[in-house]
């Protein structure tokens, strides 16, 4: 729609429309850019979920998932040919459109979300400052009427959730 | 580095220079104007290709698009029963082979009052025409692109091409066309819903494949968002845009024309090909009802083909003909000097004083055969003079023999044995003549007269050479006859004697100074007198040297003295 003309503003992921806005040949410099994280709105997305009695049944099942989360993480961003050859095989077995640049541009801003230069670790850690902060973005804009104590919400698991 | 060069090898050298230079002028230049025209032509049949692949896929573009475009119009006019709706539908998928399937999607309410979705749909499966609804609330189909962008932009729109839902690997478009409330009705003109066909895009591939763009030329298929929708390389074909290839290559180049592509412009430009690197020209231009951009790919080396053959064969002649050329001045500039080799030859010779050397013989009456005369008759010349001058110098040897002998004569009759008194420790004598020529007019002379006189005297006849010499040898034998013939007489007496002598029959007109002494042993008295000589010196016993300068009279022969 965007793309059509048929809007004048949009909201993209910095990861991922965004390119997609790129590389249908609009330049950066013919787009006027708001990010978010400029507003007060640096929220944070895709956190890994599951019901209490599932964690206080299998807390090590759980430990273990989330770290081999984080070292999936940590090894495509340190093999990111492999990653990306694995990822687009996988499209084109799909006949989803296999675009090699735009999931180079992912896995690369990924990086520089999660994992900035210059960090040497990965963190899963969510801070109270941060979770608060979103929880009163939600309370303020009415999607939720009250906001879950912190630790009900988020229990730190596995090695890499340290602050 | 031409200077030693023979005549025949700087005659090729500035000949052949020559006309290679023009050669390789003539040949630049057709080159330049050859490529210039066949680019003008290659341009031009890439616009003419271009512009009718152009129009055969607007063609098909634009008669589907007439379909949706005439149902909307048959909806805005009236259709109200379902039935009827279905029904139109289903012929409508039927009767058009290149439709795949088609939708009339409804605002909220806008066909069943109290139907929020209300969208049939028909495709074809296989043979059969098939019905079903996108009235499933999770797909929301009013919140999807091929709805939403018509209807926001009140115009019909060509989707982004996507593969079939099938899974069959067909790259599909969905052309939607908005349609409106008809002019009777309450809400005339608002929008009421969308109508859309889904067709195969498998037809555009054989469009390009049936391109023959000389050997590997090609052309290739942009969708709206620059994405490849036909291309040589089925690995960009739906999944990568022209920008992406452009990112992975860091080529901006490519992105630039790739912007130019998707936002409708049209060009002809020289560029790499992404991958093979190439040299390329590309022809581009919009398809203005879908809004896909075509590109007509020709590779330059291709283009160019012919002419370089071309060239190869007009440079292969050139070199030919170069080596023949070089033939044939070889062998004129053989011709030409020759003759002069060969005179030159016969020159070496005459220098080294073979003078009877032949020249060679020249017919011809140009520059060569003029030179060759003009030695002949300096040949001739130089006998001569050289015979000339062996005659001479054979004369001149002979008269220097008989001056040898006449000057070994002359000093013969000069006392020159010394000691000349070896006997005698009272007196002793020295003397000598240095002829300036062989022999000369100067002379002395000494004798004893008797046991206690001394006679000495020294002259120099007037004039050199032969005639002196003659003179010198008439002057000394006169004194020799007087000294003996007047005894005791005085210096004085025995040289006007002399004199008058000499002075008789003196036709040449000669003269002798003369310095005559007679030295007294005894008594050590010196007389003496002097016809006009050079002062004579004495050196004295304590060493001192003094001039005698008394002079009696004139060099003898000049004039007669009185008795």
């Known amino acids: 729609m965007f793309l059509h003309g048929g809007t004048d503003v949009t909201n993209a992921m910095w990861y991922n429309e965004y390119h997609t806005i790129l590389n249908c040949g609009y330049n950066p410099d013919e787009l006027s850019l708001f990010y978010m994280a400029d507003y007060g709105f640096n929220v944070p997305e895709d956190g890994l979920y599951c019901l209490q009695s599932t964690y206080s049944e299998n807390p090590d099942l759980c430990r273990r998932l989330v770290e081999a989360t984080m070292e999936g993480w940590l090894y495509a961003f340190q093999h990111p040919d492999e990653a990306l050859e694995i990822v687009i095989n996988e499209m084109k077995k799909e006949h989803i459109p296999a675009n090699l640049a735009h999931q180079q541009w992912m896995l690369a801003r990924m990086q520089d979300i999660i994992m900035p230069a210059g960090e040497a670790k990965l963190s899963t850690f969510l801070t109270r400052d941060v979770y608060e902060m979103s929880g009163r973005i939600l309370i303020n804009n009415g999607s939720i009427t009250e906001l879950p104590p912190y630790g009900n919400f988020y229990i730190p698991v596995g090695k890499y959730a340290q602050e | 580095m031409l200077r030693n060069r023979s005549l025949r090898?700087?005659?090729?050298?500035?000949?052949?220079?020559?006309?290679?230079?023009?050669?390789?002028?003539?040949?630049?230049?057709?080159?330049?104007?050859?490529?210039?025209?066949?680019?003008?032509?290659?341009?031009?049949?890439?616009?003419?290709?271009?512009?009718?692949?152009?129009?055969?896929?607007?063609?098909?573009?634009?008669?589907?698009?007439?379909?949706?475009?005439?149902?909307?119009?048959?909806?805005?006019?009236g259709i109200t029963s379902e039935e009827a709706l279905y029904r139109f539908m289903e012929t409508v998928v039927e009767h058009n082979t290149?439709?795949?399937?088609?939708?009339?999607?409804?605002?909220?309410?806008?066909?069943?009052?109290?139907?929020?979705?209300?969208?049939?749909?028909?495709?074809?499966?296989?043979?059969?025409?098939?019905?079903?609804?996108?009235?499933?609330?999770?797909?929301?189909?009013?919140?999807?692109?091929?709805?939403?962008?018509?209807?926001?932009?009140?115009?019909?729109?060509?989707?982004?091409?996507?593969?079939?839902?099938?899974?069959?690997?067909?790259?599909?478009?969905?052309?939607?066309?908005?349609?409106?409330?008809?002019?009777?009705?309450?809400?005339?003109?608002?929008?009421?819903?969308?109508?859309?066909?889904?067709?195969?895009?498998?037809w555009l591939k054989e469009v390009f494949e049936a391109l023959k763009i000389y050997e590997s030329g090609y052309g290739f298929l942009l969708s709206q968002s620059g994405k490849y929708l036909v291309h040589p390389n089925p690995d960009n074909i739906m999944n990568a845009s022209i920008f992406d290839i452009a990112e992975l290559q860091q080529n901006e180049h490519l992105r630039e024309l790739g912007r130019k592509m998707v936002r409708g412009q049209r060009g002809f430009t020289k560029t790499n090909e992404p991958g093979s690197g190439r040299e390329v020209y590309l022809s581009f231009a919009p398809l203005p009802s879908s809004g896909y951009a075509i590109g007509i790919v020709i590779p330059v080396a291709e283009l160019f083909a012919d002419l370089s053959r071309l060239n190869r064969n007009v440079m292969l002649i050139a070199v030919l003909g170069v080596l023949a050329l070089f033939g044939v001045i070889s062998f004129i500039a053989g011709r030409i000097t020759d003759p002069i080799r060969r005179l030159s030859g016969a020159t070496t010779l005459i220098g080294q004083g073979d003078f009877n050397a032949p020249l060679p013989e020249i017919q011809s009456n140009d520059e060569i055969g003029k030179l060759t005369h003009s030695f002949e008759k300096m040949q001739i010349a130089l006998a001569e003079y050289i015979e000339n001058l062996k005659e001479t110098t054979a004369a001149k040897e002979k008269i220097e023999g008989e001056l040898r002998i006449a000057h070994d004569i002359q000093m013969s009759i000069i006392p020159r044995t010394f000691p000349p008194f070896p006997d005698r420790s009272d007196v002793d004598i020295y003397g000598i003549v240095e002829s300036a020529k062989a022999v000369g007019g100067d002379l002395y002379d000494f004798f004893l007269l008797d046991d206690d006189h001394l006679g000495a005297a020294i002259g120099d006849v007037s004039g050199k050479g032969v005639p002196a010499s003659l003179f010198m040898a008439v002057t000394r034998t006169l004194l020799r006859a007087k000294s003996m013939n007047m005894k005791n007489a005085s210096p004085g007496k025995i040289i006007t004697s002399m004199d008058m002598d000499l002075c008789t029959e003196n036709d040449a007109g000669m003269f002798v100074t003369f310095f005559y002494i007679i030295l007294n042993l005894k008594t050590g008295e010196l007389e003496y007198c002097n016809a006009g000589h050079n002062p004579p010196f004495i050196l004295h016993e304590n060493g001192d040297i003094t001039a005698l300068r008394t002079v009696h009279g004139f060099p003898l022969g000049v004039m007669e003295a009185d008795p």
């Open chain 2, 9 to 77: 090898f700087k005659l090729s050298a500035f000949v052949l220079t020559g006309t290679i230079l023009v050669a390789a002028i003539l040949l630049s230049y057709y080159y330049s104007v050859s490529r210039r025209l066949i680019l003008d032509g290659a341009i031009k049949n890439a616009q003419h290709l271009t512009q009718e692949t152009v129009n055969s896929i607007e063609n098909v573009f634009r008669s589907t698009a007439k379909i949706p475009e005439n149902l909307a119009y048959v909806f805005e006019t």
């Open chain 2, 98 to 202: 290149e439709i795949f399937g088609s939708t009339v999607a409804f605002e909220p309410g806008a066909f069943f009052a109290d139907q929020r979705y209300f969208s049939p749909y028909f495709y074809k499966d296989g043979e059969r025409i098939v019905h079903s609804d996108l009235n499933d609330p999770g797909y929301n189909y009013h919140l999807q692109d091929w709805y939403q962008i018509p209807k926001v932009l009140r115009e019909p729109v060509w989707s982004e091409p996507y593969y079939d839902e099938g899974g069959g690997g067909i790259i599909m478009a969905t052309y939607s066309v908005p349609f409106y409330w008809p002019e009777n009705s309450p809400k005339a003109g608002e929008f009421r819903g969308i109508i859309t066909i889904d067709i195969s895009l498998v």
